[in-house]
């Protein structure tokens, strides 16, 4: 089992720099780049532009370590735009970053609801599973981000999930 605190670490950069690198401005058309971040000015899909202007600031806050601001931030776009899955996600990880899985999975959840055709949330969700110990749920949520990279050619990406998912299964 890995270090905790390197676990929250790890959620946290994964949420926030892989959300904004493989979110497209059409979910019909999502063909995730993550070696190829893109503006964020084009990646997130908000319906109200003031909820894209506070899910910025979120992340803008984060960045710089004011984790209360940031969270209030990430809540104020889902207040403004409840449909806004990349806030929902960014909360999720900064909540678990904090300890507060529960809350955080509640936060994922609402993000694959939304977004269901981005691996990155099923990952998300599935390691705040694990970390809470649920590991049943966690490798279906691993399982259906392994599937997705693979239906989008990510196979690299995919082994990688799938590797997680082998450790996981020796570990039950």
Do not use: C, W
């Amino acid at each position: 089992m890995f270090y905790k605190k390197s676990k929250y670490s790890l959620l946290a950069i994964t949420a926030i720099l892989a959300i904004l690198s493989t979110t497209q401005a059409d979910a019909s058309s999502v063909k995730p780049t993550p070696k190829q971040p893109q503006s964020t000015n084009t990646t997130i899909i908000a319906l109200n532009q003031e909820a894209k202007a506070e899910f910025d600031r979120g992340v803008k806050l984060y960045k710089e370590g004011e984790l209360e601001s940031a969270e209030a931030a990430f809540r104020k776009a889902i207040e403004l735009d409840s449909e806004f899955a990349e806030a929902y996600a960014n909360l999720g990880s900064l909540l678990a970053n904090q300890n507060n899985l529960a809350e955080a999975i509640s936060q994922f959840e609402n993000a694959v609801r939304l977004r269901p055709e981005l691996p990155v949330l099923h990952y998300q969700l599935g390691v705040a599973l694990y970390l809470e110990n649920k590991r049943p749920e966690a490798l279906v949520s691993l399982s259906k981000a392994r599937d997705l990279l693979k239906e989008q050619g990510k196979a690299e990406e995919a082994e990688k999930v799938e590797k997680a998912i082998e450790r996981i299964q020796t570990e039950s």
